[in-house]
Each structure stands twice: as C-alpha cells, then as structure tokens.
C-alpha cells in the first residue's frame, strides 16, 4: 500500500456559525439524554427475567410494558435519531467547509422538540403503552403517533438542510468528486428518507386519524408490513452514523488511514440499495405473506450481510495502519499499539468487537426456517442489544468523548472514568447476551414481564439470572457515562477540547475518470433502489387486498 | 477502484460461507418440508366463533394420524387453554385471534406462529417426544400478557 499516494481533503478545519453549533448542539444532546433516560426501565427488564420486580420504587411509569415501551422509544428511536440530525449535518458541513441551510436546521430541531413533547406526554400517561413496534390493533393516544410522525419528519428537515448545503457547493465545484465524509453523510440518510415513507403512511395514513376516531378500524396485517417495510432498513439508519465515525473519522484517531474513497462509496451505495427490500424477513411467522416472497427477502437479507463483511475488512486494515504507523511490528503486535488509553477509541474498538457477534447472529434470524425457533424470544434483544444497543450505542458513547467537548468548548471530564464506562457496558453486554441468547433457544419470551409470569421453565433460570446481572451492568455502564458527559458540560476546563474534527485522510484519492464519479449520481442510485424495492415489495401490495377488521384496543 | 488481494480473499470467503448458508436452508425447506406459515385464508374478527372450523375449537382426526387443532386466541387466554395429541401424528395447527395480535409459541418446538386479526395462521408439526408442551403468547398483547399460556399434552400412542 505504500506505493499510493495519501490524499488530505480539505486539510484546514472548517467551524460552523456558532448558531448552528448550538442547534446541533442541543439535538446531541436530546439524543444523550434520551440515552440516560431510557436505560432505567432498561434496568427494570433485566432484572425481571432474573425473576425481580424494581418497578415499585420507581417514581412513575410503574407497569412494565409502559416502561418497554419508553425504554424502546428512548433508546432506539430518540436517542439515535437525535444523534444523527445532529452528527451528519455537522460531519456534512465539516467535509464541504459551507454553513447549513438555517432555516431546514431550525425546523428540524423544532419538529424534533415538539415530537418529544407529545411523545413523552402520551407514554408517561400511560396512554401509549403499545412498544415502539406500535402493532394495531392496540391503539395509543392520538399524541404518540403524532409525536413520531414529528420525529421522522426531523430526520427529513436535516436531510434537506444537507442536501441545500451540496447543491450550493456542487454548484462551486463543477466537475469535481463529493468530499467522502459528506457522500456517506448525506447518503446514510437518504437512504433513510426512503426507508421512512412506508412508516409514514401507516402512521398518517392508518393509526393517527384512526385513533383521534376519524376511521373507526384498520387492518393491522397492512400497518404491520408498513412497519417492517421501514422497520429493518430503520436499523441501518442507526448504524450509518456508526460507520460513519468508524470509516471516515476513526482510523484519524488511532493514526491511520481510510484505505479506499471508491470501496467506502460502494459499501454506502450498497447499504441505499438493500436495506430496505428486506424487511418481511422480520414477518416469517407471519400469516397471510406467501411462502415465496419470504424466501425472497431472505435471499436479498443475506445480500444486505456482504457490505457489512466488507466494512469488516476495510475499517480493520485502517486500524492495522494506524498500528503500525505506531510502532507495531508482527502480525498481531499492531493491535497493542492502539491507543486503547483514549476512550473515545476504545468504545468504538469495543463496539466493533460485540458487532462480531451481533452480526453472526443477525445472521441466524434471517434465516428462514432457523427463525422458527427463535422469533419473538429473548435471542431477539439478545441480538439486538450487541447492535443497535452496543454497536450503535457504545459507539455513540465514544464519539461523545470528543464531539460533545468539541462543541461546548469543554476539556472531557475524566478519562479514566470514561474508559471504565466501555469496559463495564461491555463487559455487561456479554453476559446480558449470552444470557437472552440462551433463553431464547429454551424459547423465553421477549417482551414478557417475567418476574410476575404465571407460567415458568427450569431452563430459564440461568439465561434469566445472566440476563439481570448483565443488564445491571450495562445500566452502571451507561451512569458512568451519564457522569462524565454531565461533569464535562458543567465542570470539564475550557479551552482544553479538540480544535477541529478528526477527518481521515484516505489512502487512494477519488477517481476523476472511468466509472467511479458515477457513484456521485446519488440521484440516479435512489431510483435503482425505488427499482428494488417495487420488486420485493410489489407482489404484496399488488396481491393484498386489505380489509379493515380492527376496531382500537386499549388493554394497558 | 483497487481492491487488495486480502480483501478479495477475505470477501470471497464471506460469500463462500453466506452462499453455504442459503443452500442449509434450501435443503431444509426442500428435502425435510420445514414450512413457514404463509396464505391461510381470512376470518372477520368479530365472527371468528361462528365460523367454521373456528366455531369448534379442539383437536379432530382428519385423517389416518394426521390430526387439526384448531386454537382461538383472545386476551388473556387460549381456547381451548389445554389440548391433547397422540406422538408421532402429523398436527395442522389452525388458529386466529379475536381482538389483538397474539403470539403462538410451542416450547421446545419450531411451532412459531403470530396469530394477526382477520388472518388463519397454518403449520403444521410432529411431536415425537411424549410430554407436557407450554404454548406462550410471544406477542405483548396487554396488560395481562404475561399469563397467557396454554399447554399440548402429548401422549403415548397405545
């Protein structure tokens, strides 16, 4: 590799207007908070399944469902999404050195405010205890679907004010490549866009005028496939912001390099078109699909695995650079040359490791006949918290130790406390897995206040107990975190923050001939994956004739 | 675009393992007939009791061991709440929902059904080991989620 040629992009840093630090600023620090407030009913639920209820002491939102469902809501929905509008906005206008659009950045943070408003009103009244699956026909407060509708809405206004920013520059810079950082900024979240329609009609469209009592029923196998048709693609959603620090931000902070501007595009064009033809993969138990067309989004599921493997590969070999640029020799001496003292690395690096497994057994649920076993028990969340809930989040956590120092021009608090904080989440999530993981295989079921089940098997006993120990550490986790962030906004020494944000070089620079500037046509590859979809999701839709049966149930 | 030839190594042997995969589980679906559920037919919710074969919940012989059961589920409750089947028989599990959605998950088993209203989930299942079976709700339907169960019986043939 030594024979290509380094390229810097931009190699001054670029500051955004302090009015749009700020905007970003504060929807970062939605999405923290959204993080932290969470986790106490995610503390709840671990310890049911080792058979112990901690509701009663808490001072409100005392059912259990109510909590999964703000559990779920915070934590995969706000959280992430907060983080995102804030994260590739500002990743956006780093990559072309131009200010947003002010007016989409104000609306996107508004809109985001106002959903939390409504949403938080309706789950902590206890008129929305319906998980954030939100399956018709148990029907939720007018105010939920609304305060969602809201929050996806957000994630438009900060594409929009994204997609202004790179028509203003294409506009300067006739002829040349999109700044890489920008591509997948901007691409993650078209995909995004696209991905959230189908949520959006069976919102709008089904469940809100239905529970304001403007349509008196539904037909909840339609709402549901509306979801799945978004509700797999919405964890690429989660992830994107992920790979974006890991690709293009990461390899920086350990002193490597991105090792393909090409190959990077690739995985992200991959991601736009197969994310969401994908998502009846999450309805094989269900009825009224057709054999044919599950199998057919298991195929394409396993095609959505391929840039996830190539992601592997290209995010290690930056980290191997960065190694060696260190002073690593052999052919594993590189890995102790990683700066493992700086917890931002070390998150991330930890997050990497748990999405090894979280991937393997991603795996197994797209697999067709496989899923019978394990659908709707506890392997589900067991997969998911080394995902959405570890990759995604504990990578979060990690660019939080320089991102929120960044903007609010504080020196990060601790260090030492920050590098506890991954180590104990991790250390918590492996036993929490393992644990639901187990149980899942003995057919535990998720989404089930255990400690008061009426039913029981001795084969869940330790799966419960792993579950309970692990998901209190996880919780101590991400107090620890709480901690740090919290005393580095109040207290942390100004002055002492990183100066610019930490942009890789890359080691080939992008081609200016042959096919690969048309990787920059984002366009034209939004329509291939219009193309895509209408092909998987077309014969059910086509086929389907709905019928509203379901008037609203509110049985919580 | 240049690839390293570890990368291509690595990917080749990720499509290699990803194309394994996919052949186990056509060979499990083709040769062994592991169904998933899938177009069953339809009933209104708000007559699921005055259809047939909903109107008679149970288990029937329809056959030289092959065997229906037919299972309604509501909140919090599966009717009938307990069924008994002889081993080795060929069981067609048909069941809906009255009300909500609902999950119908035999333990120990692949049986593994959501039950949506105005759908008939269908599948089919052979148990060899004789035994006690608990049947869980897997879909949160409610307050009183947590004590919807039931129970297969499944007894020793004569």
Known sequence: MAALTPTVLDPAGYELPLEQRRLLRWMLYIGYAALIAGVFHGLANALSYAGISILGWFPGLRTYYQGLTAHGVANVLIFTFSFANGFLPLMTARALSRPLDRRFLWASFLALLTGNVLVIYAVVSNQASVLYTSYAPLQAHWTYYLGLVLVVVSTWLALASMLVDLRGWRRQHTGARIPLLAYISISSYLMWFLASLPVAVSFLGFLLPWSMGLVERVDPLLTRTLFWFTGHAIVYAWLLPAYVSWYALLPRQVGGSLISDSYTRVVWILFLLLSIPTGIHHQYTDPGISQHLKALHGVLTFGIFFPSLATAFSVMASLEIGGRRRGGTGLLGWITRIPWGDPSVTAQLLAMLTFVLGGATGLINASYTMNQVIHNTTWVPGHFHMTVGTAVALTLMGVAYWLVPYLSGRGLYSRRLALASSWVYTIGILIFARGMISGGLHGMPRRTFMAEATYYSSEWRLPGLLTGVGGTLMFIGVMLFFLVIGLTIVAGRRGEQPSDIPVSETLTAPALTGWEPRLDRLGWWFAAAVLLIAIAYGPFFLSYAPEAVSPGFRVY | ?158
Request: hydrophobic share 40%; proline share 8%; charged share 20%.
């Open chain 2, 1 to 158: 675009m240049k690839v390293h030839s570890y990368e291509k190594a690595f990917l080749a042997v990720g499509i290699v393992v990803l194309l394994t995969c996919a052949a186990a589980l056509v060979y499990a679906t083709a040769a062994r007939g592991i169904h998933l559920p899938g177009v069953s037919g339809r009933v209104d919710p708000r007559r699921v009791y005055q259809t047939p074969p909903f109107d008679k919940p149970g288990v029937r012989e329809v056959g030289p061991g092959r065997y229906e059961a037919v299972i309604v589920s509501q909140t919090w409750a599966f009717v009938p709440p307990e069924i008994r089947v002889p081993a080795n028989a060929e069981v067609t599990f048909t069941a809906t929902t009255v009300d909500v959605i609902h999950g119908f998950n035999i333990e120990g088993t692949r049986l593994n059904m959501m039950l949506v209203p105005g759908q008939i989930s269908r599948n089919s299942y052979r148990f060899t080991r004789p035994g006690e079976y608990l049947v869980i709700c897997h879909e949160y339907c409610g307050l009183g989620h947590h004590t919807m169960a039931g129970k297969v019986v499944v007894e020793e043939n004569p």
